[in-house]
């Protein structure tokens, strides 16, 4: 269940309601929308099935200010994110031509958001690791690997320490790696992976990873091949599925000025196309976004370009409209 079109998604009147949350930082001004209530998010999300959202900002240190991004995820219980960094031939970066995915634990892990001052001067911060979310995340990851071709799956972790909460993921992806003989399964200890990452990338495949080692591996490929405004992240669990740019910043530093580098957010909107089955559609989108940034060069700072953020929408809407593409509804 790699693609999940198998999941009913509402279509009210014949089209597909999806949610959007557009988040904090250049989030609104990528999603022209404004910060909306957390309980009526998670309810339109579940109505929907579907969502497509920017990083909400958690600007407060307050103990009672729980992140809105995790309290969405485990609302929702999207165990898995998955993040496909694939290189953009020509764009700057330290490496070209990597391509790996990323498969991370998205629940639980060092995110499970109990932390306590058990007395004055010691704070406690609970990592928890589960059979259940550690196999279903490395089914995941082979069973992607498998319907993609893929050969080998990396298992990311600090065993040799953790030896409790780490020697439990890595164990229980051993056993998972059972039911696919025909994939390699090795596994990397995660100091290791960021070095290996930035001198060989290309020695990676598919990687399985608990949440937080996910999160720091994701912005080192991204940072290596182009940086935080290029690649999508998708969100899945049994019922419902979110759609982000893949390393989650809110870019609050540059919102306002028109510099954002869309194609994160864009390319999430062609995974959520892809997952509702309109793969006609997310298609030419990604060629007319490929075009615009590959063979135009119309490219935002972060790219080592002097375009806007509405100069690079407006190449793709150019070329989508001398395509003939039925658009439904207009
Ligand atoms: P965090 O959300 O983790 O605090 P930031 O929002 O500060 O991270 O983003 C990290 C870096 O990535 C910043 O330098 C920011 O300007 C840059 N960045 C994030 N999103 C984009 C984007 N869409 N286009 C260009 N740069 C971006
Ligand atoms: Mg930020």
Request: aromatic share 6%.
């Amino acid at each position: 269940k790699v693609t999940r079109t198998d999941i009913p998604s509402a279509q009210y009147g014949g089209r597909h309601a999806v949610t959007m949350l557009p988040g904090g930082g250049i989030g609104p001004e990528l999603m022209t929308y404004g910060n909306d209530d957390l309980d009526y998010a998670i309810t339109s999300i579940k109505r929907n099935g579907v969502a497509l959202k920017g990083n909400i900002e958690t600007k407060s240190q307050e103990l009672s200010e729980v992140s809105r991004n995790v309290a969405i995820r485990n609302e929702l219980d999207l165990y898995v994110n998955v993040v496909h960094c694939k290189s953009y031939p020509g764009i700057p970066a330290r490496h070209q031509d990597i391509d790996v995915v990323l498969i991370r634990q998205n629940t639980d892990g060092e995110y499970a958001m109990l932390e306590h001052e058990s007395v004055p001067g010691i704070v406690e911060s609970m990592k928890v690791v589960t059979v259940e979310n550690a196999e279903r995340v490395a089914r995941y990851a082979f069973e992607y690997a498998r319907q993609n071709n893929r050969k080998k799956v990396t298992t990311i972790h600090k065993a040799n320490i953790m030896k409790l909460s780490d020697g439990l993921f890595l164990e229980c992806a051993k056993r998972v790696h059972k039911d696919y003989p025909e994939l390699e399964h090795d596994n990397m200890i995660i100091d290791n992976t960021c070095m290996q990452a930035v001198s060989k990338p290309h020695q990676f495949d598919v990687m399985n990873m608990t949440n937080l080692y996910g999160t720091i591996v994701s912005n080192v490929l991204c940072g290596l091949m182009g940086g935080a405004g290029l690649i999508s992240g998708r969100n899945y669990g049994d019922h419902y599925a979110v759609f982000e740019p893949g390393t989650r910043n809110t870019g609050t530093a540059i919102a306002g000025k028109n510099i954002a580098n869309p194609v994160a957010m864009i390319n999430a909107s062609i995974d959520m196309l892809n997952h509702l089955g309109h793969k006609e559609h997310a298609n030419v989108i990604y060629e007319a976004t490929y075009q615009t940034i590959v063979n135009d060069a119309i490219r935002t700072p972060d790219l080592g370009g002097n375009h806007s953020s509405t100069d690079v929408v407006e190449n793709i809407l150019k070329i989508l409209s001398a395509k003939r593409v039925n658009w439904p509804h207009g």
